[in-house]
């Protein structure tokens, strides 16, 4: 059975992404709808991180921590001792993402531009951009884990942050 009891931590930079959340959720859906879709916006972020983590537990990685800061949700884990499953980990937050573009996009009024929020987020997560979760699959399939061999500016980097 897994068991997965992973401390949330709200730094305080966190509430500045609930801000904007909320601040896009009015863009998308008008004053009347705006925190509601912030809240399923947020809830997209916390549910690829919530891939991350539920793969990371049950190839028995250790997860010691998740949240919420400026820069976007995230995680903080023990590395995988086998490359393939950093990929299996790393890849399972853009597909959380991508999965739930079919049952959100039923949602009355709002399903379209949750669908397209999250389709956004599932595939900006898999280019390889520095500290994204398509670098870190691109760096495994390549034989490294180390940050230098794609990006010499990146050597300092923790790849099992996942932030």
């Known amino acids: 059975m897994l068991r997965l009891k992973v401390p949330f931590r709200m730094h305080r930079t ?27 916006l947020l809830a997209s972020l916390l549910l690829h991180e919530a891939g991350h983590m539920l793969t990371a537990t049950f190839l028995r990685v250790p997860v010691r921590e998740f949240g919420l800061k400026l820069g976007g949700a995230y995680n903080r884990r023990a590395y995988a ?7 299996l980990i790393a890849a399972s937050g853009p597909l959380t993402n991508l999965l739930l573009i079919a049952p959100v996009i039923f949602v009355p009024r709002l399903g379209p531009q949750l669908a397209t929020c999250n389709l956004v987020l599932g595939v900006v997560n898999l280019l390889p951009l520095p500290s994204s979760d398509g670098l870190r699959i691109l760096r495994n399939l390549w034989g ?5 061999v794609l990006n010499p500016a990146l050597s300092q980097v923790n790849l099992a942050s996942q932030e």
């Open 14 to 40: 966190g509430w500045f992404l609930v801000l904007f959340c909320v601040i896009l959720g009015i863009r998308i859906g008008g004053w009347q709808l705006g925190l509601p879709v912030g809240a399923l």
């Open 81 to 87: 001792t086998r490359r393939r499953d950093e990929i």
């Open 144 to 148: 490294s884990t180390k940050p230098s």
